[in-house]
């Protein structure tokens, strides 16, 4: 599992109260536990900006990230079904909710939440094989410096910082020269 922390604050600098949703690419296998993480939305609360989630490491297959804002829309129902636009009063004693005010009850209301998920932000982003990592890590910056993507500086350090990854590269980058030799001969 791969710890991912992080702060998410809107323009001004405030935190952004919602939800992380998770959802992996494609079908993540684990071996080791005789296991499978299918493509199921996964939602986790972001309470005061702060991103705190768990996750499988996905050496080969992506996830989508979603910052997503919650809205939850109100509407009062009449006992037609008609929505009520009015004034709305509940009931102190049995919680009921009411047309018209205190004192001049109308007809009973039927609450009605409709909840609505705006994205605010979202990236894919291939989990590391580590103890913990920073949100920032993962986000693609499409920032390019003088000589390097920023996005391929991050996979060289996770790649310089994990062994086993490194021995499979330099394997199979060693076959390379032979390949090579193997197409020239086959050349006119």
Known sequence: ?????????????????????VLLDAPLFDSGTNSVNLEI?????????VVDIDLPAS?????????????????Y??????EW???VFTCPESGSIYAGIPGDPGGLLVKDIEIEDKPL?????????VASVTLNDLLPTGVTTEIL???????????????????RLASSLSAIPSFVAAMQQELP
Request: glycine share 10%; hydrophobic share 40%.
């Open 59 to 75: 050496p080969s297959i992506s996830y989508l990230f979603r910052v997503l804002e919650r809205t939850e829309i109100v509407t």
């Open 149 to 167: 993507d920023t996005s391929l500086a991050r996979l060289a350090q996770i790649m310089v910082s994990d062994v086993s990854a490194m021995q």
């Open 1 to 21: 599992m791969v710890k991912i922390l992080g702060n998410i604050k809107d323009s001004g600098g405030v935190p952004v109260e919602g939800f992380l949703s």
């Open 41 to 49: 939305d996964h939602l986790t609360p972001i309470v005061g900006g």
């Open 85 to 87: 636009t009015g004034p």
């Open 77 to 82: 129902l009449d006992s037609g079904g008609d």
């Open 121 to 129: 932000f979202e990236f894919r982003a291939i989990l590391p094989d």
